[in-house]
């Protein structure tokens, strides 16, 4: 099948509506300057627009809930609320880079987590290129382009009038032969037009990054590795409160725990997402607890994004989505925390 189509600017609200009759669509919303994943049937036609950067949310929010029981969950799957699959539109790259880390975390290990599974088969992602960026960003630093490469079901990449359609699976392919009244051929003009588009992003992007001071890519795992006994883990998280909203908006991070509890006699196992940062995230049983300074944690963090990850993956742990340093109440910025690793 071609693998470029045009869309008219028009027919998008018809598009998504008709996703919609399929799908439980989520579509961001332009709060501020932030966009918030709303459900498409609770907007108005005149709501529906294009984000130009990312949302709050991260993408994993629709793969492993922050807290959700387990095991009923599973038993009762087919006849669940999400028997709808889920729908995303809007999904940008740093989204679409981190579920390359969750697939190895959740699908590719020994076992893969059944759930994930399931939400991830399910999940329409309808991609888009930003057209813009927040102070925040810093995704090319960290090795991503602020347009999407992979991931993706359908991309959508903004031109004059309309849009020029990518598609990137055969579930995007299946979408567009069921709609295929909404789209034509994209010509070699509108094509080029897209990647002029996606060109100046990245020269602004990069301008913005150079203002920033960032370090080299190709350092950062060397400069995370030896700066394992430099200061400054401490001199960092001196005001860390142990709050964990860095962890949880992060669309890379990914670790949990398990409880079971008895609820009208049935036993139930609940999954909740955990914080690396919390001062009991490696304590065991015997009351041991290897990362037992809130220095230890930081320098954990940054060991498992910049050195594990690129050994293991082949990509950073984090996708430069700048989320975390919105998030931190105590001012934690991880841009800062790798400029001040690059100059010891
Ligand atoms: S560590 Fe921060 S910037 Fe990197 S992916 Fe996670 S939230 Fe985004
Ligand atoms: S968001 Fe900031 S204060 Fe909260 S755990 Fe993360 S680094 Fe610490």
Redo the contacts with the bound molecule.
């Keep these: 099948m071609q693998q470029y189509f045009y869309l008219k600017k028009e027919d998008l609200g018809d598009l998504l509506s008709e996703i919609n009759k399929s799908h439980a669509l989520f579509i961001p919303s332009k709060k501020d300057d932030d966009y918030i994943y709303l459900s498409f049937s609770q907007l108005q036609p005149e709501e529906i627009i294009y984000s130009i950067y990312r949302g709050v949310e991260p993408i994993k929010s629709f793969l492993t809930h922050s807290r959700e029981i387990v095991n009923e969950y599973f038993q009762s799957f087919d006849s669940s609320a999400e028997a709808k699959p889920i729908a995303v539109f809007g999904v940008k790259n740093c989204d679409l880079s981190s579920l390359t880390l969750q697939d190895f975390v959740f699908e590719q290990g020994i076992e893969a987590d059944p759930i994930y599974k399931k939400r991830r088969e399910n999940l329409l992602i309808i991609s888009s290129d930003c057209t813009g960026f927040k102070k925040t960003c810093f995704c090319l630093a960290v090795g991503n382009k602020p347009y999407p490469e992979k991931n993706f079901d359908i991309n959508l990449s903004p031109i004059n009038n309309g849009f020029v359609v990518e598609v990137g699976s055969s579930k995007g392919e299946t979408l567009i032969r069921r709609l295929s009244q909404y789209f034509t051929a994209a010509t070699t003009g509108q094509i080029a037009g897209s990647k002029i588009k996606r060109d100046n992003v990245v020269n602004d992007l990069s301008q913005h990054l150079a203002s920033v001071n960032m370090p080299p890519k190709d350092a950062l795992q060397k400069n995370v590795r030896e700066g394992y006994e430099s200061g400054v883990w401490k001199e960092q998280m001196l005001t860390?409160?142990?709050?964990?909203?860095?962890?949880f908006i992060c669309p890379s991070c990914h670790c949990f725990l398990l409880a079971d509890d008895m609820r009208e006699n049935k036993s139930r196992r609940i999954r909740i997402w955990d914080?690396c940062?919390y001062a009991n995230y490696s304590r065991v049983a015997g009351g041991a607890n290897p990362l037992n300074t809130r220095a230890k944690r930081l320098r954990n963090r940054f060991m498992k994004k910049f050195d594990f990850f690129p050994d293991n993956l082949g990509q950073f742990g984090c996708t430069g989505c700048g989320r975390?340093i919105e998030?931190?109440?105590?001012k934690?910025d991880i841009r800062e925390v790798l400029k001040a690793l690059a100059k010891k």
Excluded: H, K, M, T
Excluded at 240 to 247: F, K, S
């Design positions: 860390c409160v142990e709050c964990g909203a860095c962890n914080s940062l975390c998030a931190c109440p105590a934690i």
